[in-house]
């Protein structure tokens, strides 16, 4: 994977870190890595509390904060990512169910493909 070691570092440890905020003790937070084709993906998965449909489009914006319960943090850890990926030119993806659980991943393009992703 092409990429810079410092940046990736603070997307997969603001995805972890919010995986664990948001999951119930006994709950399950899965870290992951794979190559599909020209693209490497970083999965980070977790069996929380999930995100609505509705929140889904500002979830990446700037001091957004869903959850009233959680008193700790800026509501800025989804933004850095965001802005993190867009400056690496890598990708990344969610998925939702409420209550059950969450998805990110960040698609890289792998140093090891020389045809276009």
Known sequence: M???????GAIVRNLVSNAI????????????????????RIDVVDTGVGISAEQM??????????????????????FIVRQATAM????VDVSSVLSRGTRFSILARSSRCSRPA
Not at 2 to 8: H, K, M, N
Not at 21 to 40: D, K, S
Not at 88 to 91: A, K, N, T, V
């Open 2 to 8: 092409i990429s810079d070691v410092f940046l990736l």
């Open 21 to 40: 905020r948001y999951t119930e003790p006994g709950g399950r937070v899965l870290l992951g890595c794979r190559q599909h084709g020209c693209l490497v």
């Open 57 to 78: 489009p500002e979830i990446f914006e700037a001091f957004a904060r869903f959850d009233s319960a959680q008193r700790d943090g800026l509501g800025i850890g989804l």
């Open 88 to 91: 690496l030119g890598h990708r």
